[in-house]
């Protein structure tokens, strides 16, 4: 498989994930259809515009044909009569965004280093493409960002290692897919293993002033 055959093929799985997470967290939300449908849209897009935007890739991917779209929509409205029907697990909507996350992170790193930026930059288009749509989502349905919150379990941290593994392994052997399938599958092992044995990052904790 070619390299944009491969960023395709990594595109149009990532968005119907992150599609299905804005289904999901709209559980509970008293939130219709409509609402539902937009939510899982601002998911699947919202890495992606963002990051296209700060690099001047205009329009962005979403906008170029409506095969994004129709994906995203069709993921979203079969999503949504399926948890309607069957109660899906609150740890599905982690596991669903596990994978966007690992998925979104390389597509991000990987445009990044197709349009030849320096690696750091490359690293941090694949965490703002991972971790924006999520954010936005969250907004919306007035939660606390995933993210930003205490507990993370290994977030944007696992992102930002997976992503440093496919730059340093592009830079010493470019060209090889296993880079892709190695790298997102760290990403995605990290975070499903710090969700199940509860790993975090220090925490800043302000001490309690002796008067």
């Known amino acids: 498989m070619n390299p944009s055959s491969l960023q395709h093929a990594l595109e149009h799985f990532g968005i119907a994930v992150a599609a299905v997470t804005g289904v999901l967290a ?3 939300k008293r939130i219709d259809l409509f609402g539902v449908l937009v939510l899982a849209l601002v998911t699947a897009f919202g890495g992606g515009t963002v990051r296209d935007v700060l690099v001047g890739d205009t329009p962005v991917v979403w906008l170029r044909g409506p095969a994004y779209l129709l994906n995203a929509s069709a ?8 948890a309607r029907r069957w109660q899906l697990p609150r740890q599905a909507l982690l596991v669903a965004d596990a994978f966007a996350l690992a998925l979104f992170t390389m597509i991000g790193t990987r445009k990044g280093v197709a349009l030849e930026f320096a690696a ?8 703002i493409t991972g971790v924006a749509g999520g954010i936005l989502r969250d907004v919306l349905t007035g939660e606390v960002p995933l993210v930003f919150q205490p507990q993370i379990h290994l ?14 392994w592009h830079h010493f052997w470019p060209g090889q897919p296993a880079a892709t399938i190695v790298s997102t599958a760290l990403i995605l092992a990290l975070r499903l293993l710090g969700i199940c044995l509860k790993l975090t990052l220090p925490v800043w904790e302000e001490k309690e002033s002796r008067s």
């Open 26 to 28: 709209a559980r509970g």
């Open 75 to 82: 993921t979203a409205l079969l999503t949504f009569f399926i």
């Open 120 to 127: 750091p930059v490359a690293v941090m288009l694949g965490v």
């Open 155 to 168: 977030y944007a941290t696992a992102a930002l290692v997976g992503a440093v593994v496919f730059v340093t």
